[in-house]
């Protein structure tokens, strides 16, 4: 069982930048890949970007390519998501996501373990 545990999702200005951070517990964090994903209101949740268990690999969605970066800390069992140049369209729900399958996490099915979710939101 892995427990995640999403922090750092506030209200902020286009163009602004955040951190989100992801707390996990319960196995071995370097054991399993992590992603972001996101969901905003009346949307379908969607991939955001996926680190592979080392750091070494890393995937986005086109829409967030080149303004957030995906990254780890497996000392402090904690995976993160800089989100930069943000723009309205980023206003969601961000899910931290663990799994398994792949050399990475690309996709829901690809998912064993979800957090419960951070609020951003994005004013124009």
């Known amino acids: 069982q892995v427990q995640l545990v999403e922090s750092g999702g506030a209200l902020v200005q286009a163009g602004g930048s955040l951190r989100l951070s992801c707390a996990a517990s319960g196995r071995t964090f370097s054991s399993y890949n992590m992603g972001w994903f996101r969901q905003a209101r009346g949307k379908e949740r969607e991939f955001v970007a996926g680190?592979?268990?080392?750091?070494?690999?890393?995937e986005y969605a086109d829409s967030v390519k080149g303004r957030f970066t995906i990254s780890r800390e497996n000392g402090k069992n904690t995976a993160y998501l800089q989100l930069n140049s943000l723009k309205p369209e980023d206003t969601a729900v961000y899910y931290c996501?663990?799994?398994?399958?792949?050399?990475?996490?690309?996709?829901?099915?690809?998912?064993?373990?979800w957090g419960r979710g951070t609020q951003v939101t994005v004013s124009s």
């Open positions: 680190i592979s268990w080392s750091g070494g690999l890393t």
């Open positions: 996501a663990a799994g398994f399958a792949g050399p990475r996490i690309s996709r829901p099915s690809e998912v064993t373990y």
